[in-house]
C-alpha cells in the first residue's frame, strides 16, 4: 500500500516539474515563390522578448510543399523568422506564431560617380530594414546589381564602401527599387552635416556618478549624418577644462582620440543618413561640469542617479525635470542648442548622496542567535518542568 | 606504441580479470581451491594499479612530454603541487584515480575478510568485476597513451598547461577525497548485489552477516564524500567568483545525489533488522547508491551540459554507458525485481508511530529530496533525447522544490529525536507547537528581502507559491532540531557506556551541523549584498566610499607581472642539435629553434642565417617590403616556423618564418607563448566604519595559452557573522572593484566540520559497528539503544 503511493506521488512529481518547466509553442507559415519552389529551404525561429533578447533556442525545419511548422520552440512574445532561399535570407518579425513569405519582388540598381562613371566590381551588402544581412552582390562592370525574388513593398538597405567613405542608399521594392540611380558623392570632412537627434531620452546624454571624491562623466552622443554625402573625418566633443579623460569609443569600440583646446577629437566615418553613437568616459576633479556643445542638438540630458537634484546648481539653457513616475532625476535642455553653446552643472559633494542600504540588506545575525539559543535553552527547561 | 604505463594497465586489468574468473568459478562450484591464488592476484592486481597511477604522477611531476596526457594537462612553470593535480585533470587520469583506489579497496576487503564463504567470493566477483571494467576502459582511453599519436614531429618542448580553474588548493584535494568516496561505495554495491543474487537463488542472503561491514563502508564513504562536497564548495566560493558555495551546477549535483541517496541509506541501514523490517530496502538502497553514481558521472560527463566543469566533457564514450547499464540492472533492476515479485507480507499489529515508522519518514525525506535533484538532474537529458531540444533546470527549481522538503524533513528530525526521549504525548505537543511557528514564520516577512522569491524573476504556480515564503520560515524547524538534538544528547550521554557516550556525541555532532547547515545556507543566500566602484591610481593611498555600503576601499597600489617570471628560451626551443636529431619527421611542422647566427644570405625579399654552422638555416620572409629588425653575425636569435627538410640546396633544413616570429634570445619574440599568465591586480585595504577588515590583494590572471581565460583571486576577510569579499577586474591602473557581505559563512564552514567530526565519532566508536569497538563475532552485531515503548 505504502509503497504504491509512493511510486504515485515520485510519478506525480516527475509530471509537475515537466509542466513546470517545459513551455513550448509552434510557429508557422507558408512561402511562396515566383518562377520557383520553396521547397527544401531552412526556416530558423529564434524566441525574443520585448527587448529583442534572444528568449530560447533557435529552431529550425525545412520547407514542405509550401509551408512550413517549427514546432518546440520557446513560448515567447516575438519571434524572428529567418529563411534561407537559395543565396539570399529572409527576415521576418512576428507577434503571431505565424510568418508568410512571398518571394515575388525584384530590385535593380546602378552605382555611379557624380560625373557618371560607374562603380564598378564593388561588393553591397543588402539589409532588410530590421539589420540582419539578405545578400551580398558585386557590381558588374556598368555599376549595376539585380536581385529577384526578394519580398514586395518592403525597404531593403544598401551598403557599400568607396575609397573608404560608407554609403547607405534605401530602396522600397515595388516603389522605387527598379533601375533606380545612385549616386556616390565624394566624402565631407565637415562636421557641421551632423547633428545630435532622434535619441530617446535625449540625443545627448551626460551620466555623472559620484565615486569617493571624483567625479566620473560618461557622454553618449547620438549623430545623424543630414547631409547628402558621406562624412569621413574628426568628430568634436566639448569637454570641461578640468576633464581627464578615460577613453572614447564609436559604437562601442574604444578609439584612439586627440586632445584639443575644447575638448576631444575622434575620427569616424558615416553615410549620408546613418546614425553613430559617439561615447566619452572623463573624471573631473570637482562637481563642476561646464563645457561647450559641438553640434546642432535637438535635446541634451544630465542624468541625476544618485545626487542630490535639490542641490544641484545649472545654467539657465536647462531645467529640472523631478516630476513623479519619473525613474531617475534628470536637467534637460530648454530648447535645442547650437554648436558654440555651453552647459553649466555644479554637482553638490559626496556627501549629497543618500546612504540607501538597498543593495546591502541588513542580516541580524545577532538577533537570530540569540533566538535560537533562547528557544533551546527555554525549550529543554520547559520540558524539565512540565 | 606500447608504454611502460601501459603495461602497467594491461597487467593489473589481467591480474584483475584472472581474479574474477577464478572467484566466479570458485563460487559456482562452491571450491575454496583458488582462494589462495585469488588472493595473491588481486593484491598484484591492486599493486599494478597503483603503480601506474604513481607512475603517471612521476610522468606529471617531471613533465614527461612523450606523455600525450600529460603534454595536454600541465606546463612546466606550474609548482609541483599543480603538476600532481594534472593527474587527475581530464577523464582518463581520473578513472586511472578512482580504479587504483577501488582496486586497493577491493583488495584490502578480501584480505581483511578472507574469502571464507560463497557469499564472500560473490562479492568478490563484483568488486572485481568492477576493477576489470575500469581497467578495460582505461586501456581503451588511455592516460599513456604516446604523444606522437597526438602530434607529429616529436616531443613538444612546452606543455599546453592545466586548466586555470583547477590552479587552486582546494581542487588539489576534492578530486582524490571524491573517487575515494567512490570507490569505497564499491564494497557495499557488491554485498548489496550479493545479497539479492543470494536471494533469488533462495538462500537467505548475506547481509544479515555483513550488516556491520557495509555499515563502515557506507560510513567512510560519507566521511569522504562530505569532505569532498564541502571542499568542492569552498573552491567554488573562491575561484569561479560567485560568491557563493553552491549554484546547482550539473557537477555539483551529480556528486550530492549520491551524498543525500547515501544519507538516506545510512538511516535506512540502521532501520534494518533481519528478516524484519528493511530486509528488502536497506540492501537495495546500498546496492543502488554506486548505481547513483555511475549514473550521474556519465550524465555530467556525457557533454549534455556546457557546465563549469566542461574541461572533462570530451564524452564520458560508451564505456561509461554500458557500466551504467550494469550498476543499473544489478543495483536497481535486480532488488526491484525481487521486491516486486515476492508477496507483501505486513504486520498490522504494530502502533504507527514507533521509532521504526520515524525512521523510515527519514527514510522517505532524504530520498525524496536526492530524487528532486535527480530529476533536475535527468529531465534535460531525458528532453534532449525525446525532442532534441536543449533546456536548461535553473536554480529555481532545485531551491523551491528541496525548500518545504527540507523543512519537514527537519521537523521530523526534531520529533524523531524528542520522542525519542520523551515518549508519544509530550513529542507530539513538541511538534505541534513548533509545527504551527514554522506556518506562522513562512507567512511572515520582515521586509522584502526576507521572501524567498526576492530579487529573482516572477514566477506562478507552486514556485510563486513557495517563492512567497518568507526565509523565517527556517527558524523554527532549526530551533527544534538544535533543542530537540541537545536535549536528547543530555538524556542519553552522562552515565552511558564510554562507547555509546562517543558514539551519541557524535550523533549530537552530526544532527546540529545539519541543522546549522540548512539554517546558514537560506540566509547565506537570501542575505548576500553587493556594490561596487571603481577606483583609479588617481585615488592611491586615499580611502573611496562603496556606495550603497558601509565599506571603503583604499588603494595601495596597482601591479602587473607575468609567470612564468624569467621564462627560459633554451627550455622551450631546440638547438640545431636537438632539432638535427629529430630529423625529416619535423618535416612541414612548426617548430621553435634558437642558435647562435654564423653566416648570412640576403635577398630582396628574405634573409637566410645560418646557425651555429650547422646545416640548420632560418628564412624570414618580408612581406611587401618591410624587413623587420635585421640580424648581425654572432646574435642568439630564436626564431618560431615551419621546418622545412630539403627545400634548399646546401642547407639540410630551413626555418621560414616571417619578422613577428623571430627576436634575439632577450628579446624573444611574442608568438612563442613564453607568457603563460599574466596577472593584474590591486593591493587593496577595505575598511566598515572605522574598523579595518581586509588588507591584501585581488587580482585577475589571464591565461593567453588557453583561449584567454580568465581566473580571479578574490579577498576575503572571513568574519563570524559575515565575510567581507572582493572581486576585482584590474585594466592597467583601473579596478572595477565589487565588494559583497556575504552572512553566516563561518556556521556553514563550522557545521561542515562538525557533520565530519560527529561521523567520524560515530565510525570509530560505535559500540555495534565501529572501527575501534568491533566485535570479533559478527552475528553479535544489534543496536543496543534502548528502544523507548509507549
Redo the contacts between chains.
Sequence with gaps: ?S?SL?TLA?AL??L???S???A?ASVTGTVSVANGTADGDRVTVTPLNENFERVG?P?STTVENGSYRVT?VADAPLYVVRLEHEDLSHYAVAREPTADFELSAGLSARLARPDGTPVTNTSVTVTSPTGPPVAQVRTGSDGRIALDQLQPNRSYRLHTRLSGAPYRFALQTGTNATDARLTLRSPTTDETVLTATGGNPASHIVQPV?????T?VVETIRLENTGNRPFVGAINVGLPDSA?V?SASIEGQQLQYQRTAEGLAVNASLASGSTIRASVQY?LDNGSLNKPVQHETDSLAVVLQ?FDSAAVEHSSNLRLRNASGMPVPMLTSTDSLAPGDSISVTLPG?GG?G???????Q?P??A?TA??LA??VG??AA?RTF | MTTPGTALLAGGTALSLGATVLLAVGYVRRDDQFDTIVTRLVAGGATLFLAALAFLTYQFVTTDYTNAYVWQNTADYLPLLYRITGVYASNAGSLLLWTAIAALVAAWAIWRRDLADASARLVGVVTMGAVTYFGVMLLLDSPFKHISTTVSGGTPTTGSGLNPLLIDPYMAIHPPLMFIGYALLTMPFAIGVAHFVGLVRGNEGLFRSWNGSVTRWLRAAWLFLTAALALGALWSYTVLGWGGIWAWDPVETAIFIPWLFLTATLHAVVNYRPGDRYSVLAPAMIASTFALVVYTTTVVRSGVFRSVHSFADNGAGLGMLILMGATAVLGVGLPLGYWLLRE?S?SEDEPWLTRSTLLHGAV?ALGMLA??SL??LT?PVL?DLA?G???E?TAR?YNR?SYPVTLLTLLLLGFYMDYDV?GKR?ALA?LGLFGVATVVAAVYAP?E?WTLGAGTERST???ALVGQMSALSV?PP???V??AV??RG?ARIPGAPRRTQLKQTGVVFVHVGVAVLV?SLA?TY??T???S????S??NG????V????YAVQTLGFESYSLPEQPNVERVALSTTELQERGTATNSTTQVVHGTITDIRRGPRAAVYQLDESGIWVGVTSRNGTSGASYARGDSIVARGAVMWNYVPQTDAVVVTDPTNVGTTASPPDSLGLERVRVQAVNLAVSEGDRQVAVGQAAQRRYPRQGGMQTRDVLIDRGL??DTYVIAAVQGD?ASLTVK?I??MTPLRLSVVSLLVGMLLIFLFDPAHGVWTRPLAPTAETDPDPTTSD
Aim: aromatic share 14%.
Design positions: 500500500m509503497r509512493l515520485l512529481v516527475c509537475v516539474t515537466v513546470g518547466v517545459a513550448a533556442q529552431v518546440d559620484q565615486n569617493g571624491s571624483t566620473r581627464t578615460r573624471t544618485g559626496a548622496q546612504q540607501s542600504s538597498g543593495s546591502m540588506p542580516f545575525a545577532g537570530l533566538g535560537l528557544v533551546v525549550g529543554i520540558y | 507483501e505486513t522517505l530524487f528532486i530529476w533536475g529531465f528532453r525532442t531540444i536543449e533546456v533546470v527549481y522544490w520523551e509530550r513538541g521586509s528581502s504556480g507552486f514556485y527558524f532549526v530551533a527544534y538544535l533543542m541537545l536535549k543530555l539554517f540566509f537570501l542575505f549584498g553587493q556594490a566602484v571603481i577606483v583609479d588617481g585615488a586615499e580611502a573611496v566610499d556606495p550603497n555600503s558601509p557573522a559575515y583601473t557581505r552572512p553566516l
